[in-house]
């Protein structure tokens, strides 16, 4: 991409380079007070070091007392976790913060790299950091103590191999943001809109091969515990209310019974036509924007590969509001790239305003207008999603 600020020498590399260290020892800061003064939920942290204790029992990692299953993660997260899970909560969340903050910004270096952004090019380096910290999926994902963040520098570190055409190495960091997030194996999918079958064949391989030696580590009784257990994960039952960000929660809340909100039309016929008419447009919209793929510009690949994680995003059965975090390359891409018409990066600017705002669940059943507000950041990812098309049909699509 065409950098904002030109190589002035060595003094504005210098320069550079020492505002944006500033503007990281700021943001990080801003952070980490807005995390602890609101107070930090142990969430999946405490769930992962509970699991972490029971591998040194010998128990399995899907056990629960009361029968209620916290963890739906692969063994190797509870075998990472074993070093935190020694330690009191309040040490191991603050750990876990600043391992967080050097994975944010880790893919904020991978994204740069591959974009080809200089890394003293304070302009372009200075917004995707701003916009990665003030942003209300990563204040979520750090006040709730999710997993997001190492997935997030898996998923730049595929788009650095995507961009310098090395399939087998964009699959293998695909898996290991699924051996985190199991769900985010289906982004091998993009390996296939690629033409790259063997890359696809290959991630597949490597994520049973390293379940398997896993569960041999373990027990092989957890490889029909964790399908168990992901059925029985509390929570699914965010598929019926707010928490829920994807296609299938905004039809139940709206079109459905639920306990958050009165339903715009409570009407099964309803319901199972928005599910069908969503997930059959996604389909649709990534079929029309993928068609030309295996020949695409880098630039322009990496608007398809964000618009495979937005595409994922929407599809899952359930979609927490953290989730949304994977979504930052998608804006860095929009509002560093060449070539995106203005109109196009205001309706990014504005789905970026709209995933800052501190949406909650109002008080009571709201109904009608009301009870569309918390849907907000399915309408602000759907939007992007809109983008994403048409930035990918607009832009030249051969080398």
């Known amino acids: 991409m065409m950098t904002i600020e030109h190589d002035l020498g060595p003094l504005a590399s210098w320069r550079n380079s020492l505002l ?6 700021l943001l990080t800061w801003l952070l980490y007070t807005q995390t602890f003064q609101t107070g930090i939920r142990a969430g999946d942290l405490q769930s992962v070091f509970d699991a972490s204790r029971h591998l040194q029992v010998g128990r399995s990692v899907y056990a629960a007392p009361t029968g209620e299953v916290r963890f ?53 380096l200075g917004i995707m950091l701003i916009i990665a910290f003030h942003y209300r999926p990563t204040t979520l994902d750090f006040n709730h103590g999710q997993f997001n963040m190492p997935v997030l520098a898996l998923l730049c570190a595929a788009y650095l191999a995507d961009n310098r055409n090395r399939p087998f190495s964009m699959a293998t960091f695909i898996v290991f943001a699924a051996l985190i997030k199991v769900w985010a194996l289906g982004l091998l999918i993009y390996l296939l809109v690629r033409r790259k079958p063997l890359a696809f064949l290959w991630g597949f391989a490597l994520f049973a091969g390293i379940v398997a030696l896993l569960y041999a580590k373990t027990t092989w009784e957890h490889a029909t515990e964790f399908p168990q257990a992901v059925l029985r994960f509390f929570s699914l039952d965010l598929a019926y209310g707010f928490g829920n960000q994807s296609i299938l929660g905004f039809a139940r809340v709206h079109f459905g019974p639920n306990p958050d909100a009165q339903p715009l039309l409570d009407d099964p016929v309803a319901l199972y036509t928005v599910v069908g008419a969503g997930f059959l447009t996604l389909m ?7 068609r030309k793929a295996p020949t695409a510009r880098p ?34 891409t929009l509002l560093t790239s060449d070539g995106i018409p ?5 309706a990014t600017v504005l789905a970026y305003a709209i995933f800052t705002l501190p949406f909650s ?39």
């Not at 993660?73 to 903050?101: D, G, K, N, Q, T």
């Not at 950041?377 to 699509?397: D, M, Q, Y």
């Open 20 to 25: 944006l260290a500033l503007l990281v020892w």
């Open 72 to 124: 739906v993660y692969s063994p190797l997260v509870a075998f990472a976790m074993r070093p935190l899970a020694h330690l009191p909560v309040e040490e191991a969340v603050h750990i876990w913060f600043f391992f967080c903050v050097l994975s944010l910004l880790m893919s904020v270096f991978l994204f740069a790299k591959a974009a080809a952004i200089p890394l003293h090019d304070a302009a372009p």
């Open 284 to 290: 649709w919209g990534f079929w029309l924007a993928c």
């Open 299 to 332: 630039d322009r690949v990496r608007l398809i590969f964000s618009l495979a994680v937005v595409t994922l995003l929407l599809a899952l059965p359930v979609c927490e509001r953290p989730y949304f975090v994977l979504l930052l390359p998608v804006f860095w």
């Open 342 to 346: 203005n109109a196009l990066r205001g």
């Open 361 to 399: 669940k109002p008080a009571g059943m709201p109904d009608g207008l009301a009870s569309l507000i918390p849907s907000a950041f399915f309408a602000a990812a759907f939007l992007l999603w809109i983008v994403l098309i048409a930035a990918i049909r607009r832009r030249p699509t051969r080398v």
